[in-house]
């Protein structure tokens, strides 16, 4: 092994061959392994979790293009450093075919300004651009650039890919340990696939680091047993950034369990969030939010629970807290849903901002001076209280709209009540 470079660089693929995982772009006959294959590259934007291979296959595009070929992360990288690029691109001399591959590690960190400096270059096909970033380039890239690319997501690798290039690492004699007698007990590598959670990086950072740190047995023997592979990978942290599409797919994820009834899921997601430092306040109004929305009059007790959670996670605060939090979500998840509330005030907001509704109705107008009355105001009210079952048939709605049906309960939990108790009204009329 070379001196200073850690395994997991040493064992990134030389070719297309030696490439592991991503068979959806880059399998036999796909677009991308196609475009590499001719030299006849296009800029593209790799996306992914950490360790899925973005770097290393922009390393194999290095080694097969006849163009000229520059790498800059834009955590370091500027304006100034772009326009270098292009200089020495458009310098026949230094560069005869005019064209330069230019791949950007973590291109989400460019500000607008800068991203907008490489547009005309990759707009007239000066400049061929491979950015690769963790974020969603939808989200953190600039429109215009994103139009002028072909994206592709790489998806975390799976536990029998990361044991192929575990096995790979154990057998190259130039790259990897194959001139060391290794024996991996059972169960290392299935912990190895299970904790590198999708990321050959850390795969490799742990078995470098047991291979190591093992003090070989009389006949140079190496045994890696699991207490040793254990003592020598990270512990698992799930990929959470709170700024980050992380954060927005995890919350998204324990809203719709809940709203699917699903608890297990419910108690998954709020684990993840919580684990990762989401702020716990944040959890309690989307627990409240989802009390309204989502379980609304099948059940209204479920509001109240949802804001004394809310309350009480405030007084009380972590650790603790999580048990509050998973009351509360629990409890809207198990509960009859409708979203019959949530319809009903969206249905009178769009008509009250999109078309003309009409004058209050004389009857319901306040009317505090006397002299009012004489104009209309109040005059025909008829006060609930004073009839039969504290209910009285008037049009409370303005003429315009005195047909419109806004609130429609439905069959759910308390709702079948309500139902009932509204057709009994009607009944009356």
Do not use: C
């Not at 560069?95 to 707009?123: C, M, Y």
């Not at 989307?286 to 479920?302: C, H, K, T, W, Y």
């Not at 609930?384 to 939990?413: C, R, S, W």
């Amino acid at each position: 092994m070379k001196q200073n470079q850690p395994l997991a660089y040493l064992m990134s693929p030389r070719t297309l061959t030696e490439y592991v995982g991503q068979s959806h772009i880059l399998g036999e006959g796909k677009m991308l392994r196609r475009m590499i294959e001719a030299d006849r590259l296009s800029s593209i934007i790799l996306f992914g979790p950490p360790g899925t291979g973005k770097t290393s296959l922009a390393r194999v595009i290095a080694k097969t293009t006849e163009n000229n070929f520059q790498q800059i992360n834009a955590v370091t990288s500027g304006v100034k450093d772009i326009k270098n690029v292009i200089s020495d691109t458009k310098n026949l001399i230094l560069n005869p075919k005019g064209r330069t591959v230019l791949f950007i590690d973590e291109i989400h960190r460019f500000n607008k300004a800068q991203q907008d400096a490489l547009l005309p270059s990759v707009e007239d096909g000066t400049l061929i651009l491979i950015g690769a970033t963790t974020e969603n380039p939808y989200f953190e890239v600039n429109k215009a650039l994103i139009s002028r690319s072909t994206v592709f997501q790489l998806y975390a690798l799976t536990e029998t890919e990361i044991k192929e290039i575990i096995q790979m690492a154990l057998t190259d004699e130039e790259r990897g340990f194959g001139k060391k007698k290794i024996i991996l007990e059972d169960q290392v590598l299935d912990f190895i696939a299970d904790l590198a959670d999708g990321d050959a990086r850390i795969a490799l950072n742990g078995l470098e680091l047991a291979v190591l740190t093992t003090h070989p047995d009389a006949d140079g023997t190496i045994t890696i047993d699991l207490d040793i592979i254990k003592d020598s990978m990270q512990k698992r942290s799930p990929a959470f950034d709170k700024d980050g599409e992380a954060h927005y797919d995890t919350i998204s994820a324990f809203i719709k369990s809940m709203r699917g009834s699903d608890p297990d899921g419910t108690l998954f997601y709020l684990a993840k969030a919580l684990h990762a430092g989401e702020d716990i306040e944040f959890l309690a109004r989307r627990i409240v939010i989802s009390a309204a929305e989502d379980v609304g009059l099948a059940n209204p007790q479920m509001l109240s629970i949802a804001v004394s959670a809310y309350q009480a996670i405030k007084m009380i605060g972590m650790p603790e807290a999580r048990i509050i939090l998973a009351e509360a979500a629990l409890a809207i998840a198990t509960s009859p849903k409708s979203n019959s509330a949530y319809l009903g005030i969206d249905k009178a907001l769009d008509l009250v901002r999109n078309q003309r509704t009409g004058e209050i109705p004389f009857a319901l107008r306040n009317a505090p001076i006397e002299k009012m009355e004489d104009h209309g105001y109040s005059i025909g009210y008829k006060y609930a209280h004073d009839y039969p079952y504290h209910y009285v048939n008037m049009q409370f709605l303005p003429d315009e709209i005195k047909d419109e049906i806004f609130y429609e309960p439905t069959q759910m939990g308390y709702e079948q009540k309500i139902q009932k108790w509204l057709e009994f009204l009607d009944s009356l009329d």
